[in-house]
């Protein structure tokens, strides 16, 4: 059974910097690609960053790039998000996410309790 815990959320300024991680049960982590989602209030779930399972291939949602840098360490079986210059906009429940393949794409079929990031403005 595998089971997806997120850390490091919490309240932090515009333009200030947040570290998510993701920690996964099971042994076969390092066989899979992983996502990070979020979602505001009112607002439907959205992708943010996925990751290949070597972690030589990322993806980003456009509003992110150039701010976010999505990592993992096989070996702690860990992703990261590293999140820099946050904005308001950015305030959202953050979920990790497993992906049913190697790739760093969908469709993603384990999901983590999610992690509250607030930006204040």
């Known amino acids: 059974q595998v089971q997806l815990v997120e850390f490091g959320g919490g309240l932090v300024q515009a333009g200030g910097s947040l570290r998510l991680a993701c920690a996964a049960s099971?042994?076969?982590?390092?066989?899979?690609?992983m996502g990070w989602f979020r979602q505001a209030p009112g607002k439907e779930r959205e992708f943010v960053a996925s990751i290949d399972w070597s972690g030589a291939i990322t993806y980003y949602t456009d509003s992110v790039k150039g701010r976010f840098t999505i990592s993992r360490d096989n070996a702690k079986a860990t992703v990261y998000l590293q999140m820099n210059s946050l904005k308001p906009e950015d305030t959202a429940v953050y979920y990790c996410?497993?992906?049913?393949?190697?790739?760093?794409?969908?469709?993603?079929?384990?999901w983590g309790q999610g992690t509250q990031v607030t930006v204040s403005s």
């Open positions: 099971g042994r076969t982590f390092s066989s899979y690609g």
């Open positions: 996410a497993r992906g049913s393949t190697g790739r760093g794409q969908g469709p993603y079929e384990h």
